[in-house]
């Protein structure tokens, strides 16, 4: 038997305008999204997204009961990795003699409760970004002709999200950008632009990008304060950066007046994500039961936690 260690993030979906402005789902969202698909040809089901290839579909599994939808990446034969013969130590090409057959890296958005909350696990390394997530729903929604968009934003616990929003301005921010991850395409104002601009001339797929503005000891000035404080918002909404902090300026009580203190956060400790285990036997890839059942013990560790 073989342990696979995956994590399990939380995601609620908005409707994004052409100014960025975001607005909930009323309704059942992804009821709505799998009756979209079940009037949509396969065909169409595939959506480009950067250059990459997405399908998915709405499904309904048996053990355990429940309704999901599953979304890959594809991967054309001139991306398909090498073999090995571990019998004879050989190399080889990968070779499915179908030739209408190509790779899928799955992923799979299990919808619950009432306010369109989404599990999202991918069981394989690599798998599909939640940029390209966003994307392939817009796809499918139509949204993209009309200049809106779907994008998953990630739930999070509200101490720090607190202290973002009543913040008067920021004087330093740090963050990392992901190894084959990238930024959203809108938003962030200078800092989004600056990150765009440095996933755009990234040498290689394979590193991370490290992004760092400080005032140092000054708290600097109020266009500096409030692009910084942008900056940080964006960040902590998306999913491009694992690891990122910010000095914010925040208005706290103190006796009978009110004091504006340089406090520092760490912007994804109350990002909410849970990691599983899954068996699977021997070097078998992990079954759509063992991997739904997964994503429930991590649903029911967020509903605990709640």
Known sequence: MAEIIREVRFFEPFKVDVKDKRVRFDGDFWKDLATE??????SDKKITHNGAEYFGNAKTATAPALNYVYVGRLRRRSEWPDTLDESSWTEGALNIGNPSVVLMEPTYLVPFGTNNYV???????GGTRVSALDGWITGILGGAPKGERVELFPLINQKVQAA??????????????LPHEEPPATGGGQIGDAAREATAKRVSDDLAIEMRYTFGHSIGDPAGRNALLEGARWVRQHTFSKRARTSILVPRTQGNDTVVRRERHELFDEKIAHTVKMTVD?????????????????????????
């Open 282 to 306: 021997g070097e078998n890839r992990p079954s759509e039961e063992t991997v739904l059942k997964a994503v429930i013990e991590a649903i029911d560790k967020f509903r605990s936690q709640a």
């Open 119 to 125: 599990a999202v696990m991918t069981p394989v390394h």
């Open 164 to 177: 973002l929003d009543a913040a008067q301005g920021a004087t330093m921010l740090e963050f990392q950008i």
């Open 37 to 42: 698909l079940s009037n949509t040809k396969d």
